[in-house]
């Protein structure tokens, strides 16, 4: 198809071409794909996220299924969240043409999805998408808010949006976040770096998140993975969510770890009391779930 050969093309050229030169090259797709927009589906199904929490893993599992097709340029686009106003018509332009996206030997079944990690977390992109997308289906992974939170912060310090260490950072985080999301929902147009890249603990808080997204687009459209049983489980779990989908059978080989980077172990002591700071807020997840998380049991 044109959107694999084309991402197979972009791929090879991140290997020899510098990153102006692949941002210039991806803004000449989304060019091209909003002068086509009208022509263009809209995805059947969303990750969003949690961050840190083997969604990478997940798109490239889906990505690979017969019956499932991906935006053409990258994994994350970022709409609902950062990028809600440049409109609809920009939105549409990441996704296949519907003609296209029909071809499918073999098979009727035809499903297009997006993977963006911020939209469970922002206050407002869950509301946003049951405006736009009213018959979407959202998933989400949960991770160990714990682990979750020392990997996020490992990332960010890689991405040069952090310089402290974990424990400061984390001493930080109510001064950083301090009125952010309110000022998100009063200014649909503000954009807060500390909301977006230092919520390590707030991230974490999945329930507060989840009754959100269950507000706006209620609690049949949202599906919630465990991600420790993910990996434990992969084909037990990935299954499940292909029936959810109502996508047919396609189970891969295996299920590598994405975007794993190496770092030192946590403090126990420190690990310790994030157990004891998360404890009431898993217990609120546990009830939403249905079962005990993973991490809790």
Request: charged share 25%.
């Amino acid at each position: 198809m044109i959107g694999n050969r084309i991402r197979a093309l972009t791929k090879q050229a991140k290997k020899v071409l510098p990153a102006p030169v692949i941002g210039a090259l991806r803004a000449g797709m989304q060019g091209i794909g909003m002068l086509s927009a009208p022509a263009r589906t809209l995805p059947d199904f969303i990750i969003i996220g949690a961050q840190r929490s083997g969604t990478t893993s997940l798109y490239r599992l889906l990505s690979a299924h017969p019956a499932v097709a991906r935006p053409t340029a990258s994994k994350g686009i970022g709409y609902f969240d950062v990028d809600y106003a440049r409109g609809m018509r920009w939105y549409r332009g990441h996704f296949p043409l519907r003609l296209t996206a029909a071809i499918l030997p073999g098979s009727s079944v035809r499903q297009v999805f997006e993977s963006s990690g911020y939209y469970c977390f922002h206050p407002l992109a869950a509301e946003r998408i049951s405006t736009d997308l009213p018959d979407v289906k959202l998933v989400m992974m949960l991770r160990d808010p714990v682990e979750r939170a020392y990997s996020a912060h490992r990332h960010e310090l890689v991405r040069g949006f952090e310089t402290e260490d974990f424990e400061t950072a984390l001493e930080l985080e109510d001064q950083r976040l301090a009125g952010e999301d309110q000022r998100l929902i009063d200014d649909p147009q503000y954009q807060s770096h500390n909301h977006r890249h230092h919520a390590y603990l707030r991230r974490g808080l999945y329930a507060q998140q989840i009754r959100r997204i269950h507000e706006a687009v209620g609690s049949d459209r949202l599906y919630l993975m465990d991600a420790d049983d993910f990996f434990q489980h992969p084909i037990e779990e990935f299954r499940t969510l292909l029936k959810w989908l109502g996508l047919p059978d396609s189970i891969p080989d295996s299920v590598p770890a994405e975007n794993a980077q190496p770092r030192a172990e946590m403090d126990e002591q420190l690990r310790a009391r994030l157990r004891d700071y998360f404890a009431a807020p898993d217990s609120e997840l546990a009830e939403l779930m249905g079962k005990t998380p993973s991490w809790r049991r």
